[in-house]
């Protein structure tokens, strides 16, 4: 995160498009999966609203849709990554 923030603040957000779009997915599912664990250790409790756990499950699930869909991130970083080798993903067939 710090070389993509250093990145956009020397050469702009549109060279940093593929650290951009990892960060979103990455975290995004670290944060889903962080919260699952948490939900787990803590059992049936994990799963009422007597803790905030089930509330920040639900409400931060929707970081894998609501800045763009993990597959779309992922699209753009296997774009990136299969220009590096000659193939351009817009013109399979
Ligand atoms: C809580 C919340 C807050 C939001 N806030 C904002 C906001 O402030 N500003 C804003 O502009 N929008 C906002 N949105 C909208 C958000 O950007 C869209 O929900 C998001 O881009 C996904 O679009 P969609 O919901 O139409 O899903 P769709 O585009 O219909 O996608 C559905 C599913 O299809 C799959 N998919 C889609 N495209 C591809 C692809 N290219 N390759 C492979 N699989 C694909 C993915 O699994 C995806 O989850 C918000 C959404 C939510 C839920």
Do not use: C, P
């Not at 779009?21 to 939900?39: E, G, M, P, W, Y």
Request: glycine share 8%.
């Amino acid at each position: 995160m710090l070389d993509a923030a250093a990145k956009i603040d020397s050469v702009g957000a549109a060279a940093a498009r593929v650290e951009i779009s990892t960060i979103k997915f990455v975290v995004a599912n670290v944060l889903q999966r962080v919260l699952d664990r948490a939900i787990q250790v803590h059992g049936g409790l994990g799963v009422t609203d007597d803790t905030l756990l089930a509330f920040w499950w639900r409400h931060e699930r929707g970081a894998r849709i609501y800045d763009g869909a993990d597959e779309v991130h992922k699209d753009v970083v296997a774009r990136h990554v299969l220009r590096q080798y000659g193939f351009d993903a817009r013109n399979r067939q």
